[in-house]
């Protein structure tokens, strides 16, 4: 961030976008790690889909005679799903230049990165499943007493939907039953704020991703110190990621929305093309939104005498 500039998170955008242009190797790793296996979900999707343009071929037929339980797509998702986060990793090796001296600025390979951060997977998606765990318990508080009131109001129903959930597949009668359930007992609404402790702390703990690679913390300990860098700054940091959404996730969902609705109606044998572009807007997005992640971590860790701004 240049010194002399007044630290806004308008300015951390635009030094996003500006890192962005000058890293080409982040343009590589947003192709392969995030593009490309995203492309290949949605097509091991409409492969596995019954409703799908695609449940006529006959590759589809193959897996469906084969692999009537999806075991063999389940295994691949899985590992594009590793593939992401592989990238992530990938991208916050080059991004923690952001938050470094200037002169660590300088370019970098694709195969140098990729590397570099291959050993930053297993402990992100570790610490990923422990932040979930714990964001899980906290949401306790709600998930009991809501459940609770749930079997009192209309329990048998309840327990009767969950048996056909797992016996026969009925999972829309459940859902559809839990949110006519919903709408008749005010008392769940009530229980509302009982989420607060579960939301903040998903907030406190977002920036756990960085503070691994940044600070070379591992498990808890990056946990913590995406707490640490947020205590005092909360409202600031809140507001950051909210803008930040909006500048660079939202517009992709959007247009990715509208381009899905427009080739569905006209040509929806061209539903290929549609995500593709709707994986490439998305890949942007996550590149950009990451960026900024990084740059507001490095504002957020330092002296607290500074003042920052969100004008």
């Known amino acids: ?3 002399n500039r007044p630290l806004t998170v308008f300015s951390i955008l635009a030094d996003a976008w500006n890192f962005a242009c ?9 192709l392969w790690f995030f593009i490309l296996p995203w492309i290949a979900m949605d097509l091991l999707d409409r492969l596995t889909s019954a409703d799908d343009l695609f449940d006529v071929t006959a590759l589809h037929a193959f897996l469906a005679k084969y692999d009537p339980h999806n075991i063999v797509a389940t295994l691949l998702t899985l590992i594009l799903i590793v593939l992401t986060v592989w990238g992530t990793a990938s991208i916050l090796i080059v991004a923690q230049r952001m938050i470094g001296n200037r002169a660590g600025r300088s370019r970098t390979s694709f195969l140098a990165v990729q590397k570099q951060s291959r050993s930053l997977v297993v402990p992100l998606i570790l610490t990923s499943l422990l932040r979930t765990c714990i964001t899980i318990e906290w949401g306790l508080l709600f ?12 329990g048998s129903a309840l327990i009767r939907n969950i048996g056909h959930l797992f016996t026969d597949g009925g999972a829309t009668s459940f859902i559809v039953h839990a949110k006519e359930a919903l709408v008749a007992t005010p008392l769940l609404f009530a229980l509302l704020p009982l989420l607060i402790p579960s939301l903040l702390y998903s ?3 977002s920036f756990f991703a960085v503070a691994l690679v940044v600070e070379d913390l591992r498990f808890r300990a990056a946990l913590r110190q995406s707490r640490r860098v947020v205590r005092g700054r909360f409202w600031y940091a809140v507001r950051s990621l909210i803008i930040m959404t909006v500048a660079w996730i939202l517009p992709a969902k959007i247009l990715s929305m509208i381009l899905q609705s427009v080739i569905e109606r ?28 990084t740059a507001l971590y490095g504002a957020l860790r330092k002296p607290k005498v500074e003042t920052l701004n969100v004008e």
């Not at 000058?22 to 947003?30: C, D, E, I, R, Y």
Request: proline share 5%.
């Open 22 to 30: 000058k890293q080409p190797a982040l343009l590589s790793v947003t």
């Open 266 to 293: 006209h040509a929806p044998s061209l539903i290929l093309i549609n995500d593709i572009l709707a994986n490439a807007l998305d890949g942007a997005a996550t590149l950009l939104f990451l960026l900024s992640l």
């Open 143 to 154: 998930l009991i007493p809501a459940l609770l009131v749930l079997l009192q109001k209309s």
């Open 1 to 3: 961030m240049a010194k």
């Open 203 to 205: 907030i406190r703990s």
